[in-house]
C-alpha cells in the first residue's frame, strides 16, 4: 500500500464515526384497570362511564421532564354502538382530556429486558374554552359559565362555517407538546386540523393557531364519509393533523396530517405536507414529506413528528395492522428527516403555494430509516400480532446511564381506541439510542422549566395561604 493511501486511511479512521450501537427495546410498561381521575359520573350517549373509562392515551405522548409524561387520549369511546349514534359516526360526548402519567423506568433483576417500566396516573385534566363553543344536538351537561368543554361529538360545528372555526366543540386530538416553560400544552386535532395551546394546570384554551388555508375542509358534516365525498380540498375526514413536535428551544411546532390533503392524493397518496408554526407570531411554513416505500410499494400514514434538535425529525409511520387489527404487523418504522434548506411550497407561485401529488412530490424532504420498530421487538421475542396496530404516541425522556454509558431515551405508546379486550392495553415501549445511532445528527432535548405536576399544585396553594395565614398571626 502507498504511504499517502495509508495516511488517507489513517486521517479518515481518526476522524470516523464511532461504531453505532443498535438502537434497542429496554423496558415495556402496561397502564390498565385503573379508573380516569377526571371524577366524572355521567354515562355518555354509548352507556360507557365516562368517570372510569381509560383508554386510547396512546394517540399523542408528550415528555414534561424527569419521570413525567403527558398522554393525550382521542376522542373517546366509540367501538359500542348507540341509537342515534349512527348520524355523527358512532361518536359521543367523551370531554377532551390530558393525562398526566409517571413512567418509572428502573435496572430489572438479570434475564428479561435490562429495565422495568412502571406507568402510574396521577391526573386527569378536561379541556375547555371560557368563552362559548358551538355545539350540536347535545351540549355537555358539565359545562359551567366560563367553561365550555371540548369533546368528540362529530356533530359540534358551526353550520356553514369550515372546518378550522375556532369555536367549534368537535375536539379529536392526536397529538401533544409541553411548551418551553412547562406551564402549557399544545395540542393538534384531527377536526380541524387545529393546534390549540391550553393550560396544564386547568385545562383552559389559552390560543388557536390558525393552519394556511389549503388545509380547511369548505362543507363540513357530521358522517365522515359525506364530508369526504363533499370536498374537493382541505384534510381528509378523520385524517386531520396526527403528529406534532416541538424544537427543543420552543419556538416552533412541527406538524403534520395523517394522510395527504385531498387535494395532493387524499388518503393513500404519497406528498403529505408538513406545516411549522412560530409559537410567537404564528406565522407558518410548509414542507413535503413522501409517505411511500419502495420495499413495500406502499404509501403509508404518518403517526408522530418528535424534534432531534432544531431542524431535523423523527417520523413514525406505520400500518394498521397488528393487535386490534386481528392481523400481523407489517409496517412500524421510524424515519429521519432534515428540514434545513427544504422548499418551502406555500411560498412557491407568488405566494399562492402549489397542490397536487406530482407538483409536490419533487421537493420531499429525504428521509432515513432510524428504527424499524416491529423488527426490534420480534426480535425480543413480541409476536408480530401481539404488537399494536395504532402506535401512535413518541417523545424522548430522560438520559440514563448503564456502566458508566450515557444512553438517550425514546418512549412509544400505542391508542388501544378504549377497546384493551381487542386492541391490548395502553402500553409504553422504551428504546434507548446514543450519539453514534444518529448518523453524524446531534441530539437536543427539549428543554423544560421544572413546574408542579397538576395534582400538586392545589396542594401548594393550600401551603401558600397558610404560611400567609401563619406570618399574619406572627406579626400580630
Known amino acids: 500500500m502507498s504511504r499517502p493511501r495509508l495516511l488517507a486511511l489513517l486521517i479518515g479512521a481518526a476522524f470516523a464515526l464511532p461504531a453505532a450501537h443498535a438502537i434497542d427495546l429496554i423496558a415495556v410498561g402496561s397502564l390498565a384497570d385503573v379508573t380516569d381521575k377526571s371524577a366524572l359520573t355521567a354515562l355518555l350517549e354509548n352507556g360507557v362511564d365516562t368517570g372510569n373509562v381509560?383508554?386510547?392515551?396512546?394517540?399523542?405522548?408528550?415528555?414534561?421532564?424527569?419521570?413525567?409524561?403527558?398522554?393525550?387520549?382521542?376522542?373517546?369511546?366509540?367501538?359500542?354502538?348507540?341509537?342515534?349514534?349512527?348520524?355523527?359516526?358512532?361518536?359521543?360526548?367523551?370531554?377532551?382530556?390530558?393525562?398526566?402519567?409517571?413512567?418509572?423506568?428502573?435496572?430489572?433483576?438479570?434475564?428479561?429486558?435490562?429495565?422495568?417500566?412502571?406507568?402510574?396516573?396521577?391526573?386527569?385534566?378536561?379541556?375547555?374554552?371560557?368563552?362559548?363553543?358551538?355545539?350540536?344536538?347535545?351540549?355537555?351537561?358539565?359545562?359551567?359559565?366560563?367553561?365550555?368543554?371540548?369533546?368528540?361529538?362529530?356533530?359540534?360545528?358551526?353550520?356553514?362555517?369550515?372546518?378550522?372555526?375556532?369555536?367549534?366543540?368537535?375536539?379529536?386530538?392526536?397529538?401533544?407538546?409541553?411548551?418551553?416553560?412547562?406551564?402549557?400544552?399544545?395540542?393538534?386535532d384531527e377536526y380541524g386540523p387545529y393546534v390549540y395551546q391550553f393550560d396544564r394546570a386547568s385545562g383552559a384554551?389559552?390560543?388557536?393557531?390558525?393552519?394556511?388555508?389549503?388545509?380547511?375542509?369548505?362543507?363540513?358534516?357530521?358522517?365522515?364519509?359525506?364530508e369526504i365525498s363533499g370536498n374537493s380540498s382541505g384534510r381528509v375526514a378523520n385524517k386531520g393533523m396526527e403528529g406534532l413536535a416541538i424544537t427543543p428551544d420552543g419556538k416552533t411546532l412541527v406538524g403534520f396530517m395523517q394522510s395527504p390533503l385531498i387535494q395532493d392524493g387524499g388518503d393513500g397518496g404519497r406528498a403529505n405536507r408538513i406545516v411549522t408554526i412560530d409559537v410567537a407570531s404564528g406565522a407558518s411554513r410548509q414542507y413535503v414529506y413522501d409517505n411511500f416505500l419502495t420495499d413495500t410499494g406502499k404509501a403509508y400514514n404518518s403517526s408522530e413528528l418528535l424534534a432531534l434538535n432544531s431542524h431535523e425529525f423523527?417520523?413514525?409511520?406505520?400500518?394498521?395492522?397488528?393487535?386490534?387489527?386481528?392481523?400481523?404487523?407489517?409496517?412500524?418504522?421510524?424515519?429521519?428527516i432534515d428540514l434545513a434548506g427544504a422548499t418551502d411550497i406555500g411560498a412557491l407561485n407568488g405566494g399562492?403555494?402549489?397542490?397536487?401529488?406530482?407538483?409536490?412530490?419533487?421537493?420531499?424532504?429525504?428521509?432515513?430509516?432510524?428504527?424499524?420498530?416491529?423488527?426490534?421487538?420480534?426480535?425480543?421475542?413480541?409476536?408480530?400480532?401481539?404488537?399494536?396496530?395504532?402506535?401512535?404516541?413518541?417523545?424522548?425522556?430522560?438520559?440514563?446511564?448503564?456502566?458508566?454509558?450515557?444512553?438517550?431515551?425514546?418512549?412509544?405508546?400505542?391508542?388501544?381506541?378504549?377497546?384493551?379486550?381487542?386492541?391490548?392495553?395502553?402500553?409504553?415501549?422504551?428504546?434507548?439510542?446514543?450519539?453514534?445511532?444518529?448518523?453524524?445528527?446531534?441530539?437536543?432535548?427539549?428543554r423544560i422549566s421544572a413546574v408542579p405536576e397538576p395534582q400538586t399544585w392545589a396542594q401548594m396553594a393550600a401551603g401558600l395561604l397558610l404560611l400567609a395565614a401563619t406570618s399574619l398571626r406572627r406579626r400580630r
Not at 106 to 131: D, F, I, Q, V
Open 205 to 226: 384554551r389559552l390560543r388557536s393557531y390558525a393552519l394556511p388555508a389549503a388545509f380547511a375542509a369548505s362543507n363540513v358534516n357530521a358522517l365522515a364519509a359525506t
Open 54 to 188: 381509560l383508554g386510547g392515551i396512546g394517540s399523542g405522548l408528550a415528555w414534561a421532564g424527569g419521570n413525567t409524561f403527558i398522554a393525550l387520549p382521542d376522542r373517546g369511546p366509540n367501538a359500542t354502538l348507540w341509537t342515534g349514534g349512527a348520524a355523527v359516526d358512532q361518536t359521543t360526548s367523551y370531554i377532551a382530556r390530558l393525562q398526566t402519567v409517571q413512567l418509572t423506568l428502573l435496572a430489572a433483576p438479570t434475564g428479561g429486558l435490562p429495565y422495568t417500566l412502571t406507568p402510574t396516573l396521577n391526573a386527569t385534566t378536561l379541556l375547555y374554552s371560557p368563552t362559548a363553543l358551538t355545539y350540536g344536538a347535545a351540549t355537555p351537561t358539565h359545562n359551567t359559565p366560563g367553561k365550555f368543554y371540548f369533546n368528540g361529538r362529530s356533530d359540534n360545528f358551526l353550520v356553514g362555517g369550515n372546518s378550522v372555526n375556532a369555536s367549534n366543540a368537535r375536539l379529536d386530538p392526536e397529538a401533544l407538546r409541553v411548551s418551553a416553560d412547562g406551564r402549557s400544552v399544545f395540542v393538534s
Open 314 to 336: 423523527l417520523v413514525l409511520e406505520r400500518d394498521g395492522k397488528g393487535r386490534g387489527d386481528g392481523t400481523p404487523a407489517v409496517v412500524k418504522r421510524i424515519y429521519k
Open 352 to 446: 399562492a403555494g402549489i397542490s397536487g401529488q406530482a407538483s409536490l412530490l419533487p421537493y420531499a424532504v429525504t428521509k432515513t430509516l432510524f428504527l424499524d420498530i416491529k423488527a426490534n421487538l420480534v426480535s425480543h421475542g413480541i409476536a408480530d400480532t401481539a404488537i399494536p396496530a395504532k402506535l401512535e404516541g413518541m417523545a424522548f425522556g430522560e438520559d440514563i446511564v448503564d456502566n458508566g454509558k450515557t444512553w438517550h431515551t425514546l418512549y412509544i405508546a400505542n391508542d388501544n381506541d378504549f377497546i384493551p379486550g381487542t386492541a391490548g392495553p395502553n402500553n409504553f415501549y422504551v428504546f434507548r439510542f446514543d450519539d453514534s445511532d444518529l448518523g453524524g445528527s446531534v441530539f437536543q432535548n427539549q
